[in-house]
Nanobody, 124 residues
Framework: QVQLAESGGGSVQTGGSLRLSCAVS?????????MAWFRQAPGQEREGVAW???????YYADSVSGRFTISQDNAKNTLYLQMNSLKSEDTGMYYC?????????????????WGQGTQVTVSS
């Protein structure tokens, strides 16, 4: 019943910016303890990008720290990922995920709801 829908992906050049959105439907965004963004390039393992907990904690993968910002708008049941200074290595399918567990981090097994993904392509 609960669904996550990512949007905002696209194709940009190196140094550009994109803002990804993850809309929650079927339940209130605030019902989840942790929400996160993951990404996966073709032929590669899915990796964590950033997570945000209801307790206000947030964490970024080293590869995106300082360039990406995760945020949420509970009133709009939406999670965001602002991506600045994009690099070619940021290319991949970006997924939004929600977990009912605190401290889920980047442990994928802890996320019970996943979106379909939105493609981000960064040209060098």
């Amino acid at each position: 019943q609960v669904q996550l829908a990512e949007s905002g992906g696209g194709s940009v050049q190196t140094g550009g910016s994109l803002r990804l959105s993850c809309a929650v439907s079927g339940s209130a965004y605030s019902s989840y303890s942790t929400m996160a963004w993951f990404r996966q390039a073709p032929g590669q393992e899915r990796e964590g990008v950033a997570w945000f907990s209801r307790g206000g904690r947030q964490y970024y993968a080293d590869s995106v720290s300082g360039r990406f910002t995760i945020s949420q708008d509970n009133a709009k049941n939406t999670l965001y990922l602002q991506m600045n200074s994009l690099k070619s290595e940021d290319t991949g399918m970006y997924y939004c995920a929600a977990s009912g567990s605190y401290g889920a981090g980047f442990e994928m097994r802890r996320y019970n709801v996943w979106g379909q993904g939105t493609q981000v392509t960064v040209s060098s």
